[in-house]
């Protein structure tokens, strides 16, 4: 179980202006904190300045309820994530508009924390003709150790209800087909989503997700990619050492 003050160091992380993962109050992070709550960022409020405050308790079952009403207008999201958010005494504070995606997220995987940023080389290629190629394959070994074997890329969607909708679906659709939930989930023109096993888990995600974008970036420049093949890129995903890797890196999450 991810504590909050756990949560908060991953916040100031990602928050760091030198990774260049968001700015101001871009992006967001949050926790599953048992089988009803989430622990998530407050909406507006910088990750790297953020204080115990603007960890909000939401209940994520009650907010996914608005995925399934017909025609549901600005101000019947903005009651649902009031009514939502556990009492702190302080003046009520709305979560992250993106709560209901976590929620979805949280729902339909095994993922533990998730952190969601607006990574500069990540969104290059989100807001580029070549988006599609960020999950066209893999190019380096390392990205399959840390990334796994496939990602998810959804086509540009408006934030909110219809975002998770469309989220929901194809996580769905991924983890019916390929049996595990993919680790980075892409937004077109939008950025990233780290669905994580842990703190650090999700900074190794994020960071592993730049360097492949960085790299893409640099083999589109440099004549366009050559991918691993599929024969390859499999024995990597089932080498015992890259399993020992995993597992090690896992291991040293020291955070959780
Ligand atoms: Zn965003």
Redesign the pocket.
Known sequence: MTTRPALLDLGHDVGDPRRDWVLSA??NISSRSDERHMIIKASGCSMQSMTDDDLLVVDRLAILGLLDMRAVTDETIAQAYRDAVAPTGAATRMPSV?AILHAVIYAESDASVIA?T?PTAVNALLCSTAAHLIVEGALFPDQIVVLGRRQLLIPYTDPGVPLAAAVRGALRDFIGAHGTRPRAVYLAN??LFALADSTDDAVRITAMAVKAAQILLGALAAGGPVFLSDEHADRIEGRPDEHYRRDRLADDSGRN
């Open positions: 871009e992006g993106e969601h607006h939008h950025g």
